[in-house]
């Protein structure tokens, strides 16, 4: 089993940045793909950005690619989410998850275990 817990959430400007961390517990967490995704109010979870069980491919949603990098650091069972030039539409809950899918996945039907979220907030 896998816990996941978010941080490095907060109050940003629009154009700035925050790094958004994952801590995992658990022996198989290595074996996990991760994923990172975010709930606006009134909108569903979307999907934002994935990795491999080993950090060797990465997948991002349309709106953040270019903006946003995912990592992960096994040895530490830590996955990241740097994210630079923010704009008030990403403004949201930010929920990491693990997949059993070794290369990760942009569907949330498909992750295993989820963490409580951590809220992003960027204005205008």
């Known amino acids: 089993q896998v816990q996941l817990v978010e941080s490095g959430g907060g109050l940003v400007q629009a154009g700035g940045s925050l790094r958004l961390s994952c801590a995992g517990s658990?022996?198989?967490?290595?074996?996990?793909?991760m994923g990172w995704f975010r709930q606006a109010p009134g909108k569903e979870r979307e999907f934002v950005a994935a990795?491999?069980?080993?950090?060797?491919?990465?997948y991002y949603a349309d709106s953040v690619k270019g903006r946003f990098t995912i990592s992960r650091d096994n040895a530490k069972k830590r996955v990241y989410l740097q994210m630079n030039s923010l704009k008030p539409e990403d403004t949201a809950v930010y929920y990491c998850?693990?997949?059993?899918?070794?290369?990760?996945?942009?569907?949330?039907?498909?992750?295993?275990?989820w963490g409580q979220g951590t809220q992003v907030t960027v204005s205008s």
């Open positions: 998850a693990a997949t059993h899918i070794g290369y990760g996945s942009g569907s949330s039907d498909e992750y295993d275990y």
């Open positions: 658990g022996r198989t967490f290595s074996s996990y793909a």
């Open positions: 990795i491999s069980w080993s950090g060797g491919s990465t």
